[in-house]
């Protein structure tokens, strides 16, 4: 089992930074792919940004790519997602998934079906 726990959510200013952070305990976080994943009020959970284990590999939806970064420091179980020029489309609780099944070695995963562990969320708000 992994218990994942996302923080640095927050309300800012369109324009504006955030650093979100999910911290897992349990079993080895360092083999388990992560990613993030957010859902609006009325819209359906979306993938975000996604990392291998390894954190070689990375992979980010069209409406995020250049603006946020996905990253991770297994030493400290802990995968980063940096998140610039934020809109209000970007406005979400943001989830990070960890998958626990066997994965494919640089491989990053995209599907919310993919992931076997979640956290419970962090919100992030963005104001114009």
């Known amino acids: 089992q992994v218990q994942l726990v996302e923080s640095g959510g927050g309300l800012v200013q369109a324009g504006g930074s955030l650093r979100l952070s999910c911290e897992a305990s349990?079993?080895?976080?360092?083999?388990?792919?992560t990613g993030w994943f957010r859902q609006a009020p009325g819209k359906e959970r979306e993938f975000v940004a996604a990392?291998?284990?390894?954190?070689?590999?990375?992979g980010y939806a069209d409406s995020v790519k250049g603006r946020f970064t996905i990253s991770r420091d297994n030493a400290k179980n802990t995968v980063f997602l940096l998140m610039n020029s934020l809109n209000v489309e970007d406005t979400a609780v943001y989830y990070c998934?960890?998958?626990?099944?066997?994965?494919?070695?640089?491989?990053?995963?995209?599907?919310?079906?993919?992931?076997?562990?979640w956290g419970q969320g962090t919100q992030v708000t963005v104001s114009s």
């Open positions: 998934g960890a998958r626990g099944r066997v994965s494919f070695s640089g491989t990053e995963y995209h599907a919310a079906s993919d992931y076997d562990y």
């Open positions: 349990g079993r080895t976080f360092s083999s388990n792919p």
């Open positions: 990392i291998s284990w390894s954190g070689g590999s990375t």
